[in-house]
């Protein structure tokens, strides 16, 4: 027994002196129940530097569970364990950096990342403990040399047989130059020339000064093993040497330099370990992208086509409703309005700013309308040269003839069909008041003015005869945006004693309106959204968080590899990112492909603010780690001694 007589719980002077590097006293370790399970009872145990000890005992023995401790993967219960002369840190950061910079680990289960290369697995032994990535790199090449891998370091681990990923598993553990290899059941899942291959690879490892603490199940193997310490139930019941293979002096000759702990991982290399990490799983990648895309795309629409629909919308309201003013003579003010100052009107009109067309339309008597042996009842009417035009009314004219002229009239085409006019290239007339005139136009619509397609209308030349002015109505045709302002002229050109009493129409105000689509039309849009947001969310989520649970392995080596809890969240923060960031490009690409077939086939003038690709971009990272929250989360809380046993 290697173990001396002491039988204090204390470390030895021996042990303080630093010449054992693992000093385990009285060491239990039991796990919370119910039942509460005691698993190691009392070890007592030193392993000095560049020893080579193999683990035995039965099945539960507690044999990983004291390795796990040993590794700082785990705490004990009760007794004490002195690393390298000092107490054996408990802080969980205190031992994740203990971990990267002392120690290697083997499993039964290789725990690689199976879609990456020999070469990126083998450095992620250094990822965190802050050596640059050139060294990481040179340093991964040597650590696959030394165990005959060279050949297969760009080789994806998936392709490889099961005793070359336990050695790339070796060249990982090695990289860092630990001062102990910790190896459970390293031969357990091989055949026996790969074990016998692994087992070469541990002893070379051994040969040049690291200590190796090996668990395994292989008697063959462990008599090979200069010191073997069985277990039974929680506590050592042998502890052998090979005096043969034991050079007792080796300890002290110990070739090990340890190299200085370089710093801490740097947040650019974890975050490209993550990047690289989420892109060689491209089919997974893939399908959380596309829900991503989905909801990204689905913002681009809303805010891109409501910006097409907004100047689609202005140009629509430019062209009809915010270009017209139309009054009406109050009728308690109709006596003190002349014929001849109503003809003025056009002119006056026609001089203000803003107006581009205007016309007044006077209303007279009634009278009978004959054409043969058609008769029709209108109102008589007389408008202003300018008021077809004006009120955009469409006529059609008889040959040769673009307006009224002295003895001729407009027919609305009601009064046309009742008349049983005929067409008007055969000159048809109507007698009015014993008075013949000649029909030179037909009023299919009167625009603004409906009732030109029911009455005749003649010039102001010919309405001496018929009654006097029993309606006024003034129809302005603007510039666009103009027709508030000419409204408000209109007003004293008509009527100057009362401008207020004048009735006048404008359109409603565009941009009130417009606004108003626009909001509804976009908050529908956007609830669309957001719910279409939430659900992408969730799936991201969903499929995250199945992305964690089958990759305990992997996050629970990389503990063990001395990640802290906030390293595995970014890792899996910029995995989440990563799909965000793809998701919101690929998003806006959709989304604007979208735009563009709504418009075209709108007949729509395409409207893209710059400004939707950082949108895009933003809505993509915050689907992406809002829906990476859960799994972050459920990663961080990994304990690599559990992830690790599988
Ligand atoms: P070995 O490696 O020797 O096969 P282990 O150290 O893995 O044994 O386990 C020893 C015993 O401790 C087993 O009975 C196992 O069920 C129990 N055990 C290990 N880990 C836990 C845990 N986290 N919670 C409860 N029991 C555990
Ligand atoms: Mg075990």
């Known amino acids: 027994m290697s173990l001396s007589s002491s039988s204090s719980t204390a470390p030895t002077e021996e042990a303080r002196s630093g010449s054992a590097q693992i000093v385990l006293r009285d060491l239990g370790k039991s796990f919370p129940g119910p039942p509460t399970v005691e698993v190691l009872r009392g070890v007592d145990l030193e392993i000095r530097q560049g020893e080579f000890v193999a683990i035995v005992g039965p099945s539960g023995s507690g044999k990983s ?45 290789f725990h690689l990342m199976a879609r990456r290369t020999a070469l990126e697995n083998v450095e992620t032994g250094l990822l965190y403990t802050g050596v640059r990535r050139d060294e990481r790199r040179q340093r991964a090449r040597e650590a696959l040399a030394a165990v005959g891998l060279e050949h297969r370091m760009f080789a994806r681990c998936e392709t490889m047989s099961g005793g070359e990923r336990q050695r790339v598993a070796i060249a990982r553990a090695m990289i860092g130059r630990p001062a102990i290899l910790i190896a459970d059941e390293p031969t357990g899942n091989l055949d026996s020339a790969a074990s016998e291959q692994v087992v070469a690879n541990l002893k070379s490892a051994h040969a040049a000064g690291t200590t190796v603490v090996m668990v395994t199940h292989d008697d063959h193997l462990a008599a090979t093993v200069p010191r073997t310490i069985q277990l039974r139930d929680g506590k050592v019941v042998a502890d052998r040497s090979l005096a043969a293979l034991h050079s007792g002096d080796r ?43 989905l909801a990204v795309a689905l913002v681009v629409i809303t805010l891109g086509l409501s910006a097409s629909a907004r100047a689609q919308v202005g140009s629509t309201f430019d062209a009809r409703l915010n270009r017209s003013v139309s009054a009406t003579y109050p009728s308690g003010t109709l006596a003190s309005l002349s014929i001849a100052q109503a003809s003025q009107f056009e002119n006056e009109l026609e001089d203000l700013a803003g107006v581009e067309s205007a016309g007044v339309v006077l209303e007279l008597d009634t009278g009978v309308l004959r054409n043969g042996s058609g008769a029709a009842d209108s109102i008589v009417q007389a408008i202003s040269p300018s008021l077809l035009d004006a009120a955009g009314a469409s006529v059609r004219w008889a040959p040769g003839v673009t ?61 001496d005869g018929f009654g006097e002015i029993s309606a006024a109505q003034i129809f302005v045709r603007t510039q666009a945006g103009a027709a508030r302002q000419v409204g408000d002229q209109a007003r004293l050109v008509l009527l100057p004693q009362a401008p207020e009493s004048l009735e006048v129409e404008i359109p409603p105000d565009p941009v009130a309106l417009r606004e108003d689509i626009e909001d509804s039309v976009r908050s529908a849009l956007l609830a669309l959204s957001a719910l279409t947001a939430l659900m992408s969310i969730l799936g991201v989520a969903n499929a995250l968080m199945l992305s964690v649970v089958e990759r305990i392995g992997e996050i629970g080596l990389r503990r063990a590899l001395g990640a802290g809890r906030r390293q595995i969240l970014i890792l899996s923060t910029s995995e989440a990112a990563t799909v965000g960031v793809l998701g919101g490009v690929s998003g806006l690409f959709v989304g604007c492909a979208a735009i563009i077939g709504v418009t075209v086939v709108r007949g729509w003038q395409p409207v893209f603010d710059p400004r939707l690709g950082i949108v895009a971009l933003g809505c993509g990272v915050l689907v992406g780690v809002l829906g990476g929250i859960p799994a972050a989360l459920k990663a961080a809380r990994i304990q690599p001694s559990d992830a690790l046993r599988r």
């Open 251 to 293: 300890p002290t000759t110990h070739l090990r330099t340890g190299h200085p702990i370089p710093g801490r991982a740097r947040v650019f290399d974890l975050v490209r370990d993550a990047v690289r990490g989420q892109l060689s799983r491209p089919g997974r990648t893939a399908g959380l992208v596309a829900a991503v895309t």
């Open 403 to 463: 307006s009224l002229t002295p003895r001729t009239v407009v027919l609305g085409s009601i009064l046309a069909d009742q008349l049983d006019l005929g067409p008007l290239s055969l000159a048809p007339v109507v007698m009015v008041r014993g008075i013949d005139f000649q029909v030179v136009g037909i009023v299919d619509d009167g625009g603004r003015n409906p009732q030109l397609a029911g009455r005749i209308s003649m010039s102001f030349t010919d309405i």
């Open 65 to 109: 569970t004291l390795l796990n401790v040993i590794a700082l993967l785990d705490i004990a219960t009760n007794g004490s364990y002195w690393f390298e002369g000092r107490p054996a840190p408990i802080a969980e950061r205190q031992r994740a950096r203990s971990r990267a910079t002392s120690f290697g680990f083997v499993f039964q289960s």
